[in-house]
C-alpha cells in the first residue's frame, strides 16, 4: 500500500471517528420543545435554560408549533421534553372518565399513568396554576365587594350588584362555559349584561374590561392570562369544578429521563413555585411589556437561585 494510501486510510478513519462522536453526542442532548403561544415559549425557557444551568446539554426548539405537533414530536423521539397540560389527557386519550379532568391531583395520576404506558412519557411536577376557562372581574369591583371565587359572584349578582361581562359567543353559547357556570353557581346574565365580542380572543375581552367599554367590568377570561395581573382583573375561582383543570407540568421521553435523572430534581422546584399569579405575572412581562421570553425565564430562575 502506497503511503499517500495509508494517509488517506488514516483521515478517512479521523472523520468517521469524528462523525461517531458528533452522532453520540447528538443523541445526548435534550431538545427542549414547547408550543408556539406565549406561555409555551416562557415555560419552554424555563425548561430550557434551567436544564442548560443544571448541567443538562440541551437544544433549544421552544415555540415549535402547536399541541399536536409537539407532542408527536415527543413521542417520535425528535423531541425529549417539552410543557403540556394535565387536562389535554382528556383529548389525548378520548375523554376518559372525563369528570376526573375537573380534579386537579386525579386529572394529573391518569395523564401521568396513560401516557407512561401508552407512550413511555413521564409527567413530572406540575404547576399549581390553572389555564382554564375562568371569569374574571375588575380589580376594584373584587376589591370593594370581596370577590374572590364564583360562589362570591352568584352573591353579588343576586343582591343586584352592577355587572357587565365580555365574552365570545363559544362561552356563551357552549354548554360547558357560561351556562354551565350559570348552572352550577345559580345565576342568569341578561342580554344586558353580556357584551358578546366576535371571535375568541382573550385579549379583546380583557381590554373591554380595562377600558370599561360600554360598562364592562368583567371578562372571559384563561386563568393565567397574561393580561391580568397586568390590567389589574381578578381571576373568581371555580369552587364547584365547572372546568377541567390545566396545570402546566414538563413531560419527559422515558429514555430521556433515564440518561439524565437529575431532570426531574432541577425541574420540581421551579414548577412548585410557578402559582397562578407568578405565571400571570411571567406572562404579562411578555405580552403586555414586550419582554423576551427567554429575559423573562432567566431572571425568575436567578430570583429562584437567590
Given at each position: 500500500?502506497?503511503?499517500?494510501?495509508?494517509?488517506?486510510?488514516?483521515?478517512l478513519s479521523v472523520l468517521a471517528l469524528w462523525g461517531l462522536?458528533?452522532?453520540?453526542?447528538?443523541?445526548?442532548?435534550?431538545?427542549?420543545?414547547?408550543?408556539?403561544?406565549?406561555?409555551?415559549?416562557?415555560?419552554?425557557?424555563?425548561?430550557?435554560?434551567?436544564?442548560?444551568?443544571?448541567?443538562?446539554?440541551?437544544?433549544?426548539?421552544?415555540?415549535?408549533?402547536?399541541?399536536?405537533?409537539?407532542?408527536?414530536?415527543?413521542?417520535?423521539?425528535?423531541?425529549?421534553?417539552?410543557?403540556?397540560?394535565?387536562?389535554?389527557?382528556?383529548?389525548?386519550?378520548?375523554?376518559?372518565?372525563?369528570?376526573?379532568?375537573?380534579?386537579?391531583?386525579?386529572?394529573?395520576?391518569?395523564?401521568?399513568?396513560?401516557?407512561?404506558?401508552?407512550?413511555?412519557?413521564?409527567?413530572?411536577?406540575?404547576?399549581?396554576?390553572?389555564?382554564?376557562?375562568?371569569?374574571?372581574?375588575?380589580?376594584?369591583?373584587?376589591?370593594?365587594?370581596?370577590?374572590?371565587?364564583?360562589?362570591?359572584?352568584?352573591?353579588?349578582?343576586?343582591?343586584?350588584?352592577?355587572?357587565?361581562?365580555?365574552?365570545?359567543?363559544?362561552?356563551?353559547?357552549?354548554?360547558?362555559?357560561?351556562?354551565?357556570?350559570?348552572?352550577?353557581?345559580?345565576?342568569?346574565?341578561?342580554?344586558?349584561?353580556?357584551?358578546?365580542?366576535?371571535?375568541?380572543?382573550?385579549?379583546?375581552?380583557?381590554?373591554?374590561?380595562?377600558?370599561?367599554?360600554?360598562?364592562?367590568?368583567?371578562?372571559?377570561?384563561?386563568?393565567?392570562?397574561?393580561?391580568?395581573?397586568?390590567?389589574?382583573?381578578?381571576?373568581?375561582?371555580?369552587?364547584?369544578?365547572?372546568?377541567?383543570?390545566?396545570?402546566?407540568?414538563?413531560?419527559?421521553?422515558?429514555?430521556?429521563?433515564?440518561?439524565?435523572?437529575?431532570?426531574?430534581?432541577?425541574?420540581?422546584?421551579?414548577?412548585?413555585?410557578?402559582?397562578?399569579?407568578?405565571?400571570q405575572r411571567l406572562n404579562g412581562e411578555v405580552a403586555v411589556?414586550?419582554?423576551?421570553?427567554?429575559?423573562?425565564?432567566?431572571?425568575?430562575?436567578?430570583?429562584?437561585?437567590?
Amino acid at each position: 500500500m502506497s503511503l499517500l494510501a495509508k494517509q488517506l486510510g488514516r483521515l478517512l478513519s479521523v472523520l468517521a471517528l469524528w462523525g461517531l462522536l458528533a452522532a453520540a453526542q447528538a443523541q445526548q442532548t435534550v431538545v427542549v420543545a414547547s408550543k408556539i403561544d406565549t406561555e409555551g415559549a416562557v415555560l419552554g425557557q424555563l425548561i430550557y435554560q434551567a436544564l442548560q444551568r443544571g448541567g443538562v446539554p440541551v437544544t433549544d426548539r421552544t415555540q415549535l408549533g402547536a399541541t399536536h405537533i409537539v407532542r408527536s414530536a415527543l413521542i417520535a423521539g425528535e423531541v425529549g421534553i417539552y410543557p403540556e397540560y394535565t387536562g389535554n389527557g382528556a383529548f389525548f386519550f378520548d375523554g376518559v372518565d372525563s369528570r376526573l379532568w375537573k380534579d386537579a391531583e386525579q386529572g394529573y395520576a391518569k395523564v401521568k399513568a396513560l401516557d407512561l404506558a401508552a407512550n413511555r412519557l413521564v409527567w413530572l411536577q406540575p404547576a399549581k396554576a390553572n389555564n382554564t376557562w375562568a371569569m374574571s372581574v375588575r380589580g376594584d369591583l373584587a376589591r370593594a365587594h370581596g370577590l374572590k371565587t364564583l360562589d362570591d359572584l352568584a352573591r353579588y349578582l343576586a343582591a343586584g350588584g352592577a355587572f357587565k361581562f365580555a365574552a365570545s359567543a363559544e362561552f356563551v353559547e357552549s354548554p360547558a362555559a357560561l351556562p354551565a357556570f350559570q348552572q352550577a353557581y345559580g345565576f342568569t346574565l341578561t342580554s344586558e349584561q353580556l357584551l358578546i365580542l366576535a371571535g375568541g380572543n382573550t385579549a379583546a375581552t380583557i381590554r373591554a374590561a380595562s377600558l370599561q367599554t360600554n360598562g364592562v367590568n368583567a371578562a372571559m377570561t384563561y386563568g393565567t392570562d397574561g393580561g391580568l395581573s397586568a390590567l389589574d382583573l381578578q381571576v373568581l375561582e371555580d369552587t364547584r369544578g365547572v372546568q377541567p383543570v390545566y396545570q402546566p407540568a414538563p413531560v419527559v421521553r422515558a429514555d430521556v429521563l433515564e440518561a439524565y435523572p437529575q431532570i426531574a430534581g432541577i425541574l420540581q422546584p421551579i414548577f412548585v413555585a410557578l402559582d397562578l399569579p407568578t405565571l400571570q405575572r411571567l406572562n404579562g412581562e411578555v405580552a403586555v411589556q414586550g419582554a423576551e421570553p427567554a429575559q423573562v425565564a432567566a431572571a425568575f430562575l436567578d430570583s429562584l437561585a437567590q
